[in-house]
């Protein structure tokens, strides 16, 4: 098999990248076209079918064995379909051929592109692409590899297959014979043969190009894409990494919040059996004036009757006994001009008295001595009252203080 046809039938499968079709008639300009590979330097990505093997890929390509294996990194002749093989292109087949006057060759670079070649010898990409329609890729491009580079006149560069005359081409590509001879510097027709390079004045490989154009598209966005992915993976790995670290600080504050809170309690509870002490001290002193009540004015509160309730009302039922807070000497003991109705006013020395109004009945005397707890009278409603209850004064040099401050 013919060395142009094998590469053809890569091309067609697809193999070198791009299946480009070969034109069977008269195809219009800048119609799909598929041609023998230009390049003649460097080396040819091949992918091993099945079937094939090492000696038979080397004889279809003029190659040897051992350059192939040398160039395809591989330590034996086992073929495997799928393998990738890079086969070395022959010098000698690159002697032989023929280019146009005006086509240079340029090897490929690292970090070349067809639009940094085109723009390095004042090409069009198209133009470019043009003189070179087997690239498989606009950014990618194989290092090593020839490109030619039309200097003279822009057109679609060709290699005559087997058979084929310059007739044909022109036929072909709806040229007249006599413009495709001047732009090869050919005297005559049958100067060329089978894998010589011909270029076709003008006619531009426009599909191939938008088709490459398209890849180069579609690769470009799968590139974005692939890094929006990865920038969104790196974003999510950030936030949680973020939501951790918060939840470690977090955790770590009321770590630090818990042990604050316990060294303060240990100082706080101190203070409070001080101050527990002191009020056991003042228990110690008053009771309730009744075992069983309902407190239903507060010190300090709007009464019924007063604009500053001086005292506390503890509820009871009518005839309930009412104790003397702390012990002391009867000063009053009756009616009250003020509107406490029946009541008892207690001395306990150091100019501290308690009044207990509103009494129904009343029981201890004027000038007597009561101990704690002793029944000075009972529960009632007389004088200004709504129901029956205690009004229950502590009075300090005779200013009315709050008598739950004294009480239990
Ligand atoms: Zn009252």
């Known amino acids: 098999m013919p060395i142009n046809e094998v590469l053809s039938s ?61 160039a395809s990194g591989i330590s034996n002749d086992a073929l495997h379909p799928g393998d990738t093989l890079r086969i070395p292109l022959a010098d000698a087949s690159q002697s032989t051929v023929r280019l146009p006057p005006g086509v240079q060759e340029y090897t490929v670079h690292a970090g070349d592109t067809v639009e940094s070649v085109a723009r ?4 069009t990409p198209l133009g470019l692409i043009s003189a070179n329609p087997s690239i498989a890729s606009l950014d990618r491009l194989t290092e090593g590899s020839t490109l030619y ?16 005359t310059i007739k044909d081409l022109a036929a072909r590509f709806g040229l007249p014979v006599m ?27 426009k599909t191939t190009y938008n088709k490459l154009l398209d890849l180069q598209a579609a690769e470009r966005k799968a590139r974005q894409q692939e890094a929006l992915r990865l920038a969104a993976e790196q974003k999510k790995q950030e936030t949680a990494r973020l939501a951790a ?29 001080v101050r527990r002490a002191n009020y056991v001290v003042a228990a110690a002193g008053y009771r309730y004036p009744v075992n069983r009540f309902v407190i239903t004015t507060y010190f300090g509160a709007r009464g019924a009757y007063q604009r500053f ?26 009616w009250s001009p003020y509107g406490y109705g029946l009541n008892v006013i207690l001395n306990h020395g150091g100019n501290v008295e ?20 002793q029944l000075i009278g009972y529960v009632g409603s007389t004088g200004w009252s709504t129901g029956p209850h205690v009004h229950f004064e502590v009075r300090v040099n005779g200013v009315a203080r709050n008598p739950l401050a004294y009480l239990p």
């Open 309 to 334: 309730h001086t005292g506390l009302d503890l509820a009871a039922p009518m005839g309930t006994p009412i104790y003397a807070a702390r012990a002391g000497q009867v000063e009053t003991a009756g």
């Open 120 to 123: 390095r010898f004042y090409l």
């Open 245 to 273: 670290e918060a939840l470690r600080k977090q955790q770590q504050r009321r770590l630090e919040q818990q042990a604050a809170q316990a060294a303060q309690q240990q100082q706080s509870s101190s203070q409070s059996e």
């Open 354 to 373: 308690t009044l207990y109004g509103h009494m129904s009945r009343i029981v201890a005397q004027p000038g007597e001595y009561v101990q704690r707890g």
């Open 10 to 70: 890569a091309l067609a499968t697809g193999v070198l990248g791009l299946p480009l079709g070969l034109p069977q008639a008269n195809l219009p300009k800048s119609a799909e076209i598929a041609i023998a590979s230009p390049a003649k330097k460097g080396w040819l990505i091949y992918t091993v079918q099945p079937g094939d093997t090492l000696s038979a890929i080397a004889v279809r390509f003029g190659a040897n064995t051992k350059a192939i294996m040398w």
């Open 149 to 164: 580079i039309p200097t003279v006149e822009a057109g679609l560069l060709v290699q005559l297959q087997k058979g084929q």
């Open 179 to 205: 413009q495709i001879a001047r732009a090869n510097a050919l005297k005559s027709p049958t100067e060329v043969g089978t894998g010589d390079f011909i270029l076709l004045p003008g006619v531009q490989a």
